[in-house]
């Protein structure tokens, strides 16, 4: 192979690539890309693809019952009536929300809107969701687009505690929480001075205190280099730029502290020790160009020591950039060459890697290459180690670098000592043993490490498996999240949905079982066992200071030309059937359902003026709106309650 | 049972309900009023229904395996790779978008945003949507919620021909057209004049001249009636307050014709011939209080002549109100009296009812009673005698009025005779031969008109089958909307997600073969064999009079403070690495992606400034937006599109 280190050809004269298949969703700036990585990588090598899977030769993408569906194993999915056995969490991509599904079913039960407007909740149109998005000086949304990647929950004695769960947002690097009682977002925060925020992962336990043995922390990888701070100033000089990895407080939500880098961030895992927080790291060129970006062949993977951060910034070791007022600490290569007092060592790895993910048994993290066929296993006792002071180098903490094939990103684990890696350009999911890969990686080629692969369809970016993420890894189902999913679901013009992907992992092959179409475009997910949560149904009206407790205690009243309007909802009627405001007034309207029965939620809508939501058993929600037309408007119930559903209404007058 | 016409308590007052399992969703109120529907109805009745199933005592609520996964036949899910038989359109409810599943495994492969703004696509940010959308004098969205419930196609020859789907906004009185070639929506029009439009239907010929054998015309009921014009004046005389029916031209969508009627609409069906559309009526009081609008026992399902209306328009004999041109022609039954010259006709249908669904042999119109236990058929063939003047009395249209069991909503049709009505209080769907039902209402009181009944999980609204709404309905698959799902999914909160159970309906009895959450909330849909539609995956470039066919036509032209920004896609770069503007600039980005490979979808997100949206091969899309911050603004790729789609980049400067 070529050591050519040409950068990919522009753009605009990116020949269209002819090869069938698969494999025709690439064009050759990636297949030029992928052939340097690949002739970089000779540290381990295992033939392990079976015939065709990792050759030239692409399977056949035409036609529905392709290579994958030889190995389905039909009849898995629920009969009608039986439940789900697990939870997963989905990240929406740039519909902006998170989205709960049944497992092993497929079936999406729920979707939660964090960063971006919900015309069926009223999500960033009632006062309470915009107080949670965040408004402009004049009340209206600050965002109203997002871009979620990311979604990973709180942690206790290694497993996950049903209290929150957090995703990212991309666009504006923004965080949310979301409460895993309600499931409802009620937490937004901006970060400042990053954009491309990518990948974030809660802390497992603390550093220190041992007795703190739950998430208190959630860390942030921002993707994109920064002029610090960001006003214009430096713009042309991208040698200038950094990135920072970032510290939230979860129950706060507020930013702790930041940690000025090298290089950039991109995926993010965190030890079961709570000592250690890193960040695979594919541009460490600090290339601001498409080329520049994957000129190095090898890149890195930075280890934060959580402790010496937090130690730094007690004793005021810390500069801040621009109006922000957080902490930021330095991890860069440059002033942490020492270990003994390093907060951040950068553990080398091949060539624009994606993807950092913890084994369940807490001894790793494992880096995919990309545009390296491999994956590297990185020892994290080695890592404190050096950062001791008992390892001379910090690359020493590889235990094994081994081939798995073309385009590994993401990293999921049986809890059985195996790992599954999604292989984006062989659309294949390999699973590999990892002692087997550290015996053969220290010079025992007999090592088998490779177990099975299974093709997908196509191009899957990340997986998961059930409870991988944890130290309760179980070993029985995994999910592929296909980016695309051509020929496997029926025609729906241009925009094709993803497949996500699910497989029985039970057994020493993979099993194939089902296909479920999303809307673009999750990325990541988790899976959990249901016992995990304790989810309720009904809110509790002293939870809401507004409440009104009785419909007598309904009505309006004006301040000037404000006017606040309250009633209560049983099904099937408002207490208020009518109402009367005057055009150019602030209408302030708040409404409590006193329905109790599960289920019973009730909606209000009001034509011409963009009022509708919902309100759920025994919550109460609020809007504000300016009248500004004159007229007769009714108002109705939006969401289905009752056989005179239809009929529950009320009117607004709004006098001219 | 009890003739009392007390209306139904008021609702500070109602109790709740003690009633435990299924009907514990309906509190007293609908009970009373259901009471006096029962009482109303005599004549018809067969008691058909099981032991236990229409009676007081319901199945229990609780537990995953209930009453009908006793029916239940799994394996019915389609193995990986399989793909579906049958398109499903679903309206989106208050998500104001329709949803398009693949039927018989019930998966949603695509959304289709239409009232409401979707942050995936870009739809109400990019300046092509806003333009279907409509906005104010400022550029903003003129709305930004909807509600949409009814979503029907185009026909042929009575069958659905694949040109376009049309669904309604409640909210807004808005009618949306969705091409079904790329199926995405390209025109919205507001109806003037109306609130509460809720059914539509398109006809299925011309009503007079017999070449057209196509759709031409859609349909529109508005529920809630209103002072005309709506200005503020004579607000408190409700009895003064009228609703409209509505005629669209589906090519040009502008508003053909409206008619004054007496009472409200509410669904709407159109006759095989074209001549024929109608509408129920479930509020003939003319109430503007909730126990006002269920006082009379009898309401109405209003026939319409089109032939006749649209003379009536041609003769100029029309009104206007307010603002609106439309012509307004009279409805009212006082104006219609002449059979012989009447435009509309009033047929008697028992309390309250919802839905009017046509037959597919073209010869019934059934309404069924909601608050009665019944439905009505009506003949069409004597519908239009008694515009001949050959029937003395409109009501001896009615061929049959049979009771079915508690809450009658809906009718769909297996073209072999049966009928299906879903039962909202009683939770079933009854099969019924019409025939059987006719012959029973002519006093054959030994025919059997109750085929079968199956126990739905809970409150069936909607359902439709296979085909149901043409001449081809098939009778294979049956959906059925189930507005609540209690104790069928795992639990994720308070907002619980509708059921739509799949049945198979080929054989005499109807089997359940699967539950499937969906977000609230769907209200109608429509089944038709896949080999109905052709849809298109990638665009033509020509299609977009802004397109960039080559990347060297790109870049930044400059107008005073308004800066066209040009450019154009390739995996994985755009052809515009960096590019400048300043700060106070109008910008405008005009991109087109240059990719043809299906499903090779490219994103364009600008961190801080709610640009996100998508580009589909061979698609051109706009965005316009004020800079008002300095700095650097790293563009991405939001849509997932290749090996190196991190990569893709661009940089957006902003100079102070």
């Known amino acids: 192979m070529s050591q050519d280190k040409t950068p990919a050809t522009a753009p605009s004269a990116t020949p269209e690539l002819t090869v069938p298949g698969r494999r025709r969703f690439l064009n050759s700036a990636a297949v030029a890309g992928l052939g340097a990585g690949l002739a970089a990588c000779n540290s381990g090598s295992q033939s392990a693809a079976p015939a065709g899977a990792a050759s030239g030769a692409a399977p056949a993408a035409s036609g529905g019952s392709g290579h994958a569906g030889t190995s389905s194993q039909p009849g898995l999915h629920p009969k009608p009536g039986e439940l789900d056995t697990y939870y997963g969490l989905w990240s929406g991509g740039h519909t902006g929300d998170v989205r709960v599904l049944g497992m092993p079913s497929g079936r999406e039960i729920l979707r939660i809107p964090c960063f971006v407007p919900d015309a069926l909740v009223g999500w960033g149109i009632t006062n309470e969701s915009k107080k949670v998005m965040g408004t402009k000086a004049d009340g209206s949304l600050r965002y109203t687009v997002g871009d979620t990647h990311h979604v990973h929950a709180s942690y206790k004695d290694g497993d996950y505690d049903g209290r929150y769960a957090f995703v990212n947002d991309k666009i504006n690097s923004r965080i949310a929480r979301i409460r895993l009682d309600y499931f409802v977002c009620d937490k937004i925060t901006e970060i400042p001075n990053i954009q491309g925020f990518h990948g ?358 004006r301040n000037g030309k404000k006017v606040t309007v309250k009633m209560t909802t049983q099904a099937p009627a408002y207490s208020l059937p009518e109402f009367t405001v005057k055009k150019g007034d602030e209408v302030t309207l708040i409404i409590t359902n006193l329905d109790k029965v599960e289920d019973l939620t009730h909606g209000f809508a009001i034509p011409k003026f963009n009022v509708n939501f919902i309100v759920n058993p025994q919550e109460t929600a609020s809007v504000t709106f300016v009248v500004d037309k004159p007229g007769v408007y009714w108002c109705y119930c939006t969401h289905f309650c009752h056989a005179l559903h239809l009929e529950m209404r009320s009117r607004m007058f709004v006098e001219a």
């Not at 129950?251 to 965190?270: K, S, Y």
């Not at 951060?309 to 002033?335: H, L, M």
């Not at 999910?479 to 020493?508: T, Y």
């Open 200 to 557: 974030i992962f809660p802390d497992k336990r603390d550093p220190v205190d041992e007795k703190i043995n739950y998430t208190t922390r959630v860390f942030a990888g921002a993707e994109f280099h920064l002029p610090l701070p960001n006003d214009g100033k430096g713009m042309d000089k991208p040698e200038t730029y950094r990135a920072l990895f970032t510290c939230i407080d979860v129950e706060t939500m507020n930013v702790r502290w930041q940690a000025l880098i090298d290089g950039n961030c991109d995926l993010v895992a965190t030890s079961y020790d709570g000592k250690l927080a890193a960040s695979n790291q594919y541009n460490t060129e600090g290339g601001a160009h498409f080329a520049e970006m994957m000129s190095a062949e090898r890149d890195a993977c930075v280890f934060f020591h959580i402790a010496r951060i937090e130690q730094a910034v007690k004793d005021g070791k810390f500069k801040t950039y621009g109006d922000s007022k957080v902490p930021v600490v330095d991890c860069t290569r440059k002033s942490n060459e020492d270990p003994k007092t390093a907060l951040a060592a950068y553990v080398s790895v091949p060539k624009n890697p994606h993807g950092v993910n913890a084994s369940p048994d807490g001894k790793y993290f494992i880096c995919s290459g990309k545009l390296s066929p491999t994956a590297t296993v990185i020892e994290l006792a080695k890592v404190l180690d050096w950062f001791d002071g008992k390892l001379d180098k910090i690359d020493k903490a590889i235990v094994a670098e081994v081939e798995l094939g073309l385009g590994p990103l993401h990293t999921a684990f049986d809890g059985r000592g195996n790992a599954f890696t999604t292989l984006f350009l062989d659309s294949q999911v390999v699973k590999w043993n990892v002692d087997a890969a550290i015996k053969f990686h220290g010079g025992d080629k007999t090592a088998k490490y490779v177990v099975d692969r299974l093709d997908v369809h196509y191009q899957p970016g990340h997986l998961n498996a059930s409870g991988s993420e944890t130290a309760k890894a179980d070993g029985k189902w995994l999910a592929v999240g296909c980016k695309f999913s051509k020929d496997r679901f029926l025609p729906v013009g241009p925009l094709h949905p993803e497949n996500e992907q699910i497989v029985d992992i039970s057994g020493e092959k993979m099993i194939l079982t089902g296909d479920h179409p999303v809307r673009g475009e999750p990325h990541d997910f988790i899976i959990f066992k249901r016992e995990l949560l304790r989810p309720k149904q009904v809110y509790s009206l002293d939870d809401f200071p507004n409440a009104i407790k009785d419909p007598k205690d309904g009505g309006i009243t």
